[in-house]
């Protein structure tokens, strides 16, 4: 029950369910009391004045002609639900029933002055049993006159407006339920899209906004800051993107002529002093031509939608290839590579797919010692195809792990080796787009990347 509760979809439907609840059982026990209270101040009313017409006859003809009048009634009763009795001074009962004065009425009360006093008690079950309202009057001579109605007309009538009130309670129990549900779901599916937007967008697809239906309330205005937001960063990203991509560009082509120029002056250049420091500068500039033809596919990657109409590729195959290039390099290094590879089917682009085996096969090669082993390993697992590459290199510290796929960033103790610092870069922007999710962990020794994309 605690993960259910801490839902806020879940909090709202018991909200609104308990809120019904409450208002129909303070509306149901209010018309039960004010029912109840009607009904006894009716009956009280009928009792008082028939007590009345006792007490006068009482004083007009005397106690004989009160206590022949409560027979007679009693013999002959107009009213089934009638009760009279005449208690003498001791507390017996003269005519009438019960048999004794009930214990709760008391003549010694006030100023000694004779007083009547209501009473409810419930009738021996001798004498019919059932709830009594009676009105006991003392008289001058000490006896208790009552005057009485049993009340069974009553409590039937209240016995069958409780349960009624319980069966709509239930009736109220399930239509709050219901009414909370159908709140519960309307909010989260106003969130719903919001979320899926949100996701949408962080998969890549920055031009898709969050819908609105202009009703101005709290859910539009707040798709309205999120596109507003959107907006904003689509612009950054597009001025960022357009800077890079005119750098790269604008760099490239005197990166590209220095080279050329550099190579003609190796090899017109006849001292062979002179050629070590060509060959390191010409190094240097195809480590620069690299860097920016890298970026560049980036930023293209980067700005590409992902699509849901994408041909189906035979990842099997691509890695593979990837996997066959890269045997020759892994050797020369004293690297064996290990294929673990099995048949798997996703939809993407292929050639974006073989750049991302071939720069994980790279890193994994360009970090692992002499003698160790790289297995590029792939399978269909369920609705997503893994594949992943694993080494027995130094690996990286977990709290490095996420910045690595940064832009640029290089560790210090992989400064000296060749190389961007955009290859998982490029991988991540790869993953991303074909919509999968990537992974560094540990090999112990070494590292493990593990890429998950849908399955085709």
Do not use: C
């Amino acid at each position: 029950m605690t993960p259910l509760l801490r839902s806020t979809s879940a909090r709202l439907a018991l909200s609104v369910a308990a809120a019904f609840l409450v208002a129909f059982a303070l509306l149901g026990g209010g018309v039960y009391f004010a029912v109840s209270a009607l009904l006894a101040g009716d009956a009280r009313q009928v009792v008082s004045a028939d007590g009345a017409g006792l007490v006068e006859l009482y004083r007009d003809d005397g106690a004989g002609a009160l206590a022949a009048e409560l027979r007679a009634r009693l013999a002959h009763p107009n009213d089934a639900d009638a009760v009279y009795a005449l208690f003498d001074p001791g507390g017996a009962a003269i005519v009438g029933a019960p048999a004794r004065l009930p214990p709760r009425h008391d003549k010694a009360a006030g100023d000694g002055t004779l007083h009547g006093r209501w009473l409810e008690f419930r009738m021996p079950a001798v004498d019919g049993g059932g709830r009594v309202v009676a009105w006991m009057q003392p008289l001058p001579d000490g006896s208790v006159l009552m005057a009485g109605l049993k009340m069974r007309s009553t409590d039937r009538f209240l016995a069958v407006m409780q349960r009624t009130a319980l069966a709509a309670l239930l009736v109220a129990a399930a239509l709050g339920a219901l009414v909370g549900f159908s709140a519960a779901r309307w909010v989260s599916r106003r969130l719903r899209g919001l979320d899926e937007a949100a996701g949408r967008v962080a998969a890549g697809e920055l031009g898709l906004r969050a819908s609105i239906d202009g009703s101005d309330d709290a859910f539009d205005r707040v798709s309205l800051r999120f596109n507003t937001m959107l907006d904003r960063i689509e612009d950054l990203l597009d001025g960022v993107r357009h800077a890079t991509d005119h750098i790269a560009h604008d760099l490239r082509t005197p990166l590209t002529r220095l080279r050329n120029r550099l190579e003609l002056l190796r090899e017109g250049d006849g001292r062979g002093a002179a050629t070590p420091a060509l060959d390191a500068a010409i190094a240097e500039t195809d480590q620069l031509l690299q860097s920016f033809a890298a970026l560049l596919r980036l930023a293209r990657i980067e700005a590409q939608t992902p699509a849901d109409d994408q041909p189906e590729v035979d990842l099997h195959a691509v890695a593979r290839d990837a996997l066959e290039l890269y045997v020759p390099i892994a050797a020369e290094r004293g690297i064996a590579l290990r294929d673990a590879t099995g048949p798997a089917r996703v939809r993407g682009d292929a050639d974006q797919l073989f750049q991302l085996a071939t720069n994980l096969l790279d890193n994994a090669i360009k970090f692992s010692d002499a003698g160790g082993e790289v297995v590029l390993g792939l399978a269909a697992e369920g609705d997503e195809v893994r594949l992943e590459v694993a080494d027995r290199g130094p690996g990286i510290a977990p709290g490095d792990r996420m910045r690595v796929l940064d832009r640029f960033v290089r560790l210090e103790a992989h400064r000296g080796t060749p190389g961007t610092g955009l290859g998982l870069s490029l991988a991540r922007a790869i993953v991303l787009h074909h919509r999968g999710a990537l992974e560094l962990a540990d090999n112990a020794p070494g590292l493990r990347v593990i890429v998950r994309l849908p399955s085709a």
